[in-house]
C-alpha cells in the first residue's frame, strides 16, 4: 500500500481540528497516512524526524512526501527538565504538543516570544538568551539551504522521486529560492497568501490566516491534489 507522509508545522498540524488535509490526501490517494505536521516546529524537526524514517527504509518510490517548510529561525533543543504535566504538554487547546520525551529528557521548541510558556527556569533563560543574543536571520537562512540541498540528496539516494516541497502563506519565506537538485526542480508547490481561491472562511478565524479551518483543511487537500498528480513519477 502507498505511503503519504505530511511533515510541517501548526499548518500541517491538527490546530483546533479534527482531520487535517493530510488525512483527506491518504484518502484521495488510497494511501496509508504518516503525520509529522507539529505545531510550533521547526524544519530541524522535519528533517531529524523524516531523514530517520528515510534511513530506515520506511518509504519506496511509490511513496508521497509532503515536506512543508516553515520559519527559518524556528529550533528545537533537548531539555534535562521532564515535565509530566498534561496541561504543560501541548497548547491550551489540547492537541499540539509542545514537549517529546526523547532519552531522559525532553526536546522542546523554540521560535520567538515563546518564552512564557517555558515552565523551566533554565528553559526561559535559555530562551531569552538564544533571542536576544544568537539568533541571525541570515545565518539561518544560509545553513537552512545547505540542509535542504543535502535532504534532496539524501531523498534522491534512497529513490524517493515523489517528494514535493510546500509553501503555505506566510510560512518557509523564500522557498522558492531555495537551491533545488534538477532531480527536483518541479517539485515545489506555493500557496500565496494573495491567492484568490484561498478564502477567509479556510482560515481558522477571521484574523489568523496562517492556520486552517476544518473546511480549509479540506480545501486545501483537494488544490493539492491535481498538483501532486500531474507531478508524481
Known sequence: MRKLLVAGCSWSDLTRVDKCYGDWLSEEFNAEYHHHGSGVGSNW????????????????????LLIQYTSPIR????????ETRTKCLTDHYGNVTLREDYDDGQIIKFKV????????????????LYESYFLN???EMRKQ?????????MCKEYDLPNVFFVKAVGYSEHLLEYPML??????????SASNPE???????????????STSGHKWFSE???????????
Open 45 to 64: 524537526r522535519i528533517w531529524r524526524t523524516v531523514s530517520e524514517k528515510i534511513i530506515n527504509q520506511t518509504f519506496n518510490r511509490d511513496d508521497i
Open 75 to 82: 529550533q528545537e533543543f533537548w531539555s534535562s527538565y521532564v
Open 113 to 128: 516570544n515563546m518564552v512564557d510558556y517555558q515552565i523551566d527556569k533554565n528553559e526561559k533563560q535559555l530562551f531569552t
Open 137 to 139: 536571520r541570515k545565518f
Open 145 to 153: 539551504k545547505q540542509f535542504h540541498m543535502m535532504f534532496q540528496c
Open 182 to 191: 534538477p532531480y527536483y526542480d518541479n517539485n515545489s508547490i506555493e500557496l
Open 198 to 212: 484561498y478564502k477567509k472562511e479556510y482560515w481558522l478565524s477571521p484574523d489568523d490566516p496562517s492556520h486552517l
Open 223 to 233: 488544490w493539492l491534489t491535481p498538483q501532486i498528480k500531474d507531478r508524481l513519477r
